[in-house]
């Protein structure tokens, strides 16, 4: 039978690609306007077809190999709560939904895949961005689905709620099922970094490993506008200083031996996460490279689809096909 194939749009560092491929998608083509995340791909697969565009610009016809495939995701910027959905809207995250439903009517994939905010699937505030989807995807034969999947339900050590659209083409569409959750017992931030956390010989690695039981908050990378990294809201802070973590930066290297970790001596005694810990809460690989500075880094990790929520919606769709999906030679889940 013929290979799981996908287009991937505003990818970023890959979290969905990764996913897919995990789920015995390969990808035709991956595209992101960013040249950090383009760089973060290609360091990563350097097989795959990876095209540095806007996706406003982007024109398939100088690219067949984007059609027919058995899927189209997108990883969209999060759209802001005021949207509304006209022909030349100035919002950049709606012109970039619109294109999204515009690449399909040309793309022609058997199902489409949008990853959000959760609040796009059922916030009154977002029908005119449904309503604009299901306009221009029910003539072309597809059925839609919206559904919240959240990806501490999938292994991922963070409280992560993404809104989704799977459009399916009718010929498949009533065998399409949103993803069931693949563990019973969510991963703790502990379990998560505790071999990471040991990896420098800091003693108190186990110690505060067994108190940090919860599973992160959300990450949030932020746009461009935004300054340097960092925890995101002052609700979001507060629970990871629960965990004994300090949340004004973070860190450039591992704690070593020689770090006393206190938090009754405030800022100080708090342990600091790497951008590279920030990857492993978000399901990337330990050895999954991010190119650029801290700031640009952490702004893929926190703006990234965890790739275990691309394979759930991966081996979703494929059983939907018909097709039985098979991860890549060599590959062992993490869940």
Not at 15 to 21: C, K, N, S, T, V
Not at 183 to 189: C, G, P
Not at 218 to 227: E, F, M, N
Request: hydrophobic share 40%; net charge negative.
């Amino acid at each position: 039978m013929d290979e799981l194939t996908f287009v991937d749009v505003c990818s970023g560092a890959g979290g969905l690609a990764l996913g897919l491929e995990r789920a015995g998608f390969e990808p035709k083509l991956v595209l992101d306007i960013d040249p950090h995340a383009c760089e973060t791909l290609l360091m990563n697969r350097p097989h795959w077809n990876v095209v540095q565009e806007d996706l406003l610009e982007f024109d398939p016809s100088e690219h067949p190999e984007a059609y027919d495939v058995d899927v189209l995701t997108a990883g969209l910027p999060r759209v802001k709560s005021s949207a509304t959905v006209t022909r030349d809207s100035s919002d950049e995250e709606i012109r970039l939904i619109e294109a999204t439903a515009y690449l399909t009517h040309a793309v022609q994939p058997r199902a489409l895949v949008i990853e959000n905010m959760r609040t796009l699937v059922d916030k009154d505030s977002f029908a005119p961005v449904r309503d604009f989807l299901r306009g221009e995807l029910e003539h072309l034969g597809y059925e839609l689905r919206w559904f919240v999947l959240n990806a501490a339900a999938f292994g991922v050590p963070q409280d992560r709620e993404s809104g989704v659209l799977v459009a399916v083409k009718r010929r498949w569409a009533a065998a399409f099922q949103p993803p069931a959750p693949t563990v019973r017992r969510h991963v703790s931030v502990g379990q998560a970094l505790a071999r990471s956390m040991r990896s420098r010989g800091w003693s108190d690695a186990d110690r505060w490993a067994a108190q940090a039981v919860h599973v992160a908050p959300t990450l949030v990378g932020g746009s461009k506008a935004r300054g340097g990294a960092d925890f995101g809201p002052r609700g979001t802070k507060a629970r990871w200083e629960r965990m004994g973590v300090y949340t004004k930066s973070f860190g450039d290297e591992i704690p070593d031996h020689d770090f006393r970790w206190d938090p009754a001596l405030g800022d100080e005694g708090l342990v600091k996460i790497t951008v590279a810990q920030a990857a492993l809460l978000q399901d990337f690989p330990e050895d999954w490279r991010f190119a650029g500075g801290k700031t640009a880094r952490y702004r893929q990790v926190g703006n990234a689809a965890p790739p275990a929520v691309g394979e759930a919606l991966g081996r979703a769709v494929a059983e939907a096909l018909g097709r039985r999906s098979h991860p890549p030679a060599g590959y062992t889940s993490a869940t």
